[in-house]
């Protein structure tokens, strides 16, 4: 199994990214797949979720209504539509998948795999 995170750039604040990750070896209708981030000096937090199936998302408190998670099946691929950044949305955001039915983003440490991260920079 493999994810690869892409998307990432450098934007000025209330500006909009999409990132994709990009999988191989699992089919996205199978896994539950969130996006984490992690900015410099702090622990990597959840930011979104999206079901294998159902359709049920989540968000965190600081990006809902900003962000927006999808999926598309037929290329295995899930998004992440990011707008009105702000500067505090700057981190490496990382993408990762689950056949453990979560039910929301839960901890990282519950996602067996995990891609390599893009890095998002929001200046002011």
């Known amino acids: 199994v493999q994810l690869q995170a892409s998307g990432g750039g450098l934007v000025q604040a209330g500006e909009s990214l999409r990132l994709s990750c990009a999988t191989r070896g699992l089919r996205t209708d199978d896994y539950d797949i969130a996006w984490f981030r992690q900015a410099p000096g702090k622990e990597r937090e959840g930011v979104s979720y999206?079901?294998?199936?159902?359709?049920?998302?989540a968000y965190a408190g600081s990006v809902k209504g900003r962000f927006t998670i999808s999926r598309d099946n037929a290329n295995n691929t899930v998004y992440l539509q990011m707008n009105s950044l702000k500067p505090e949305d700057t981190a490496v955001y990382y993408c990762?998948?689950?056949?453990?039915?979560?039910?929301?983003?839960?901890?990282?440490?519950?996602?067996?795999?995990w891609g390599q991260g893009t890095l998002v920079t929001v200046s002011s």
């Open positions: 990762a998948a689950t056949r453990v039915v979560l039910s929301g983003i839960r901890r990282p440490n519950e996602y067996a795999y």
């Open positions: 999206i079901a294998a199936t159902g359709g049920h998302t």
